[in-house]
């Protein structure tokens, strides 16, 4: 019960950061800080309306893990994440 209080306090706390950073930055300005800036390896999968093969490169270049374009079914989601956790993509 505490892991899963946690889990949505976080997930609370990135969403409102998120939106101040979003209000100043570009999607890939804020990817570029979290690989230059991050002690810790983190990875990072796009979830992008854009499907466009460029934006797809472009994500990828500046250090996403993963880009997957909506609409996206929910079980592959699930796979991508399981497969970069278990990856330890970074």
């Known amino acids: 019960m505490y892991i899963k209080i946690g889990i949505v306090g976080m997930q609370y706390v990135v969403d409102k950061l998120l939106k101040v950073i ?15 800036k991050s002690l810790i390896p983190i990875p990072i999968l796009i979830v992008s309306a854009k499907d466009v093969e460029a934006d797809k490169a472009l994500g990828l270049g500046f250090g996403a893990d993963d880009y997957i374009p909506k609409p996206f079914s929910m079980i592959e989601l699930s796979a991508r994440v399981k497969v970069d956790l278990c990856l330890g993509i970074t």
């Open 22 to 36: 979003k209000a100043k930055l570009s999607g890939i300005d804020f990817l570029r800080i979290i690989r230059e």
